[in-house]
């Protein structure tokens, strides 16, 4: 069966349909990697990857990242299943793209539902490519040399005003960070680099540091140029990271909401893009 694919929406996702069998032995590898720049979220409904499914899958399209000892990643607020970084995921409400502090980010995630809230826990996902595509030409020349001090306690702050003496050692592990506020790509292509670990812009004053980086924002997260999927058992999402910013809506903490995310590797580093 040959991989054929359905826009979700005009600017951002696709629904991909093939044989289970052939995603997990790489037989359209090289499409999925090309469907996923071009498009930065991929869906398979009813997939029902297991997690040595999801990372044999995540392996035909990159690298999978070893996270503390683990190839899969469970994203909960349940510490019965992360009691290391359950914490850490209060700050998922707020748009962001991962490791925006690190030299090299993520490449890509894979996510499958094992356990759905009632209500709320869509996420959603932003195509800072055409946000940045879709800029004027002044926009664009001035962000050009931009850079943005970026840092984990900077997202977490937001989420958690009034965090411990131990939480704040534990943020302060993570340091600033500084990156460009355009990534140019090693393809060609540039995007915005938008997400809520933005501490400040350097040599901005801050307040009108603070005014660009919520206009950019305001702006790439759009209902064009967002995608909200609303999650079903079974489902299995891939998302380029280099390329979108992404969100969870609220939810109920207890209710036990739990996907597993397999990491893949970065490709391309975002320091020297500057």
Sequence with gaps: MALTARQLTPRIGSEIFAHRADLLAGTHAAEIRALLAERGVLLLRGGDFSDDEEITFGKTIGRVRDDFGHSVMPITFDKAFNPKFADYFRSNT?????????????????????????????????????????????????????????????????????????????????????????????????????????????????????????RLTAHATGPHYVYRHIWRMGDVLIWDNTGTAHRVLPFDIESGRRLHRVTLLGEETLREAA
């Design 94 to 214: 707020l748009w962001h793209f991962d490791g925006s502090w690190d030299d090299v980010p993520p490449f890509a995630s894979i996510l499958t539902p094992r356990v759905l809230s009632a209500t709320g826990g869509e996420t959603e996902f932003a195509n800072l490519y055409a946000a940045y595509d879709d800029l004027p030409d002044a926009d664009k020349a001035m962000l050009d040399n931009v850079r943005v001090i970026h840092s984990m306690e900077a997202s977490l702050r937001r989420a958690v005003p009034d965090p411990s003496e131990e939480q704040e050692r534990a943020w302060n592990d993570f340091p600033e960070h500084p990156v460009p506020l355009v990534w140019r790509h090693a393809s060609g292509r540039k995007s915005l680099v938008l997400s809520s670990t933005a501490v400040r812009i350097e040599g901005m004053e801050r307040a009108e540091g603070d005014a660009l980086l919520a």
